[in-house]
């Protein structure tokens, strides 16, 4: 879990009277090229205070635009990172069982009647991303990261939130939100996320940028980048997410590809450039060998100098 408070863009102040047009244009200002449908979702969500599932593969930018939009709004990102075997407890909330302990040792021969109502009160409760997110006093941006790597146990706990901005705490009651967080859920497609969560959200579909959007992020990221250069590296990186892969190179990876080749120098993407640098996008040896040769570099060309 992480909370970092965002820097306001542009437009980040308030969102009275703007469009899907002003956010797309807020979101480029702190660093986000939103195509047209991924603005007019993040609008709508703003303004319709609904919850965003994200879907797409790996490394299309889905975790970064929650990430702009809390730069874009100027609210604090709280990230909920999910993983296999998740429990409620961390995502949600914890007692401080140390701090009850030495509560009830604090009294003269307590009596469980003595001190039930003091030590299951706020005081002892150790609030998790979610429980952060839904008692923050100002609005915030929540990430739930990944969730398909959850099961549907964990997915089904979310409804209540995602419906009614709330959560149920046995032992104090309902705890509902004082502002509402803007929410985004992203998903990698690993399973099938269940239709009652997907019918509390809007949905967004993230794919791959085409190569003149790519091309755009490049210059934003990588403005010494030269034309000509970019031009290639844009082309080989689509070809190269084509071949059947472990693992297609992201967008950030292609950021990473051209501010490698600015530092280095690079005038062209000739072959002893590209088998310098070819691992900077591929990050596993058979999918280096099955691009190698598809670009046909030899063995020789192949060995980084």
Sequence with gaps: MAVTTGQAGAAGQGLGGEDAEAVAEGLAAVGYLAGPETALVSYLALRLEKPVLVEGPAGVGKTELAKALSRYTGRPLIRLQCYEGLEEAKALYEWNYRKQLLRIQAEHEPGWREVEGDIFTEEFLLARPLLQAISASEPVVLLIDELDKT????????????????????????????????????????????????????????????PDQELRILKMHAPQLKEELARKLVEVVGMVRELDLKKPPSIAESIDWARALVLLGANDLDAATLAQTLSVIIKHRSDLETVAARLGLSDGERRPA
Excluded: H
């Excluded at 706990?157 to 149920?168: A, C, G, P, V």
């Design 151 to 210: 099961d549907q146990e964990f997915e089904a706990m979310l409804l209540e939130l995602l419906s009614d901005f709330q959560i149920t705490i046995p032992e104090l009651g309902r705890i509902a939100a004082r502002t509402r967080p803007l929410v985004v859920i992203t998903s990698n497609n690993a399973r099938e996320l269940t239709e009652a969560l997907k019918r509390r959200c809007l949905y967004l579909w993230l794919d791959y940028p085409s």
